[in-house]
């Protein structure tokens, strides 16, 4: 079965500079989550997006912003990348009101030097 | 305060043994609660819900108490291939995850 695609797996950055994540749900999902995971914490949410419009807010900073298009893939863009961005970025997706069962994609390792 | 607190651990227990791991959640509201796998580098993978009325899948048992804020996870029969993270996750509101920093579980030979 098709699963979540995250690209690029892994990115590496020098600071201030901007990096551009980019998630495709499963197909027919029309909800899509990003999470921040940094060593050894917890992922924390940032953002999610539903038919293309925001639909909740959490620790996202305001360098990044994500949007989601009209084949319900989902960027999100950092700008002024600091150290403290290097982390795994998840993006998971599910049916609106299935919310419940997020399914998460493999990831993309952020690392700011 | 965390939204979602979790004993970090680390489990190291017998290939075999029971184990357990809690879990307490701070908003009373929350209604949706999970727990999810993680293993090394990999992405968080959904392995059961918890309900009030308990839940068992083969060796696994999840159990919520609701008064006391506070989910569990048991382990019966540890298996290698058990070892990992294993996160608990509350759904608060604003329909938002909220992850415990997850409880590290090594299955010994």
């Known amino acids: 079965a098709a699963g979540v695609i995250q690209s690029p797996r892994h990115l590496i950055k020098e600071k201030r500079e901007t990096a551009t994540l980019k998630c495709y749900p499963i197909?027919?999902?029309?909800?899509v989550y990003w999470y921040q995971q940094g060593p050894g914490q917890d992922p924390q949410f940032l953002i999610s997006f539903y038919e293309k419009m925001q639909s909740d807010k959490g620790s996202i900073p305001d360098r990044f912003s994500a949007q989601q298009f009209s084949d319900y893939h989902s960027e999100l863009n950092m700008s002024s990348l600091e150290l403290g961005d290097s982390a795994l970025y998840f993006c998971?997706?599910?049916?609106?009101?299935?919310?419940?069962?997020?399914?998460f994609g493999p990831g993309t390792r952020l690392l700011v030097l | 305060r965390k939204e979602v607190e979790q004993d970090p651990g680390p489990f190291n227990v017998p290939e075999g043994a029971t184990v357990a791991f809690n879990c307490t959640y701070s908003n009373s509201a929350s209604q949706s609660f999970f727990w999810y796998r993680q293993d090394c580098r990999k992405e968080p993978k959904l392995l059961m819900s918890v309900y009030s009325s308990g839940n068992e899948d083969g060796r696994f048992t999840a159990q919520l108490n609701r008064a006391s804020q506070y989910i569990s996870l048991l382990i019966r029969d540890s298996k290698l291939s058990d070892s990992a993270t294993y996160l608990c996750?509350?759904?608060?509101?604003?329909?938002?995850?909220?992850f415990g920093t997850g409880t590290s579980l090594t299955v010994i030979p």
């Open positions: 998971a997706s599910s049916f609106w009101g299935i919310m419940e069962t997020q399914y």
């Open positions: 996750v509350v759904i608060g509101t604003g329909n938002q995850f909220y």
């Open positions: 197909p027919r999902h029309d909800t």
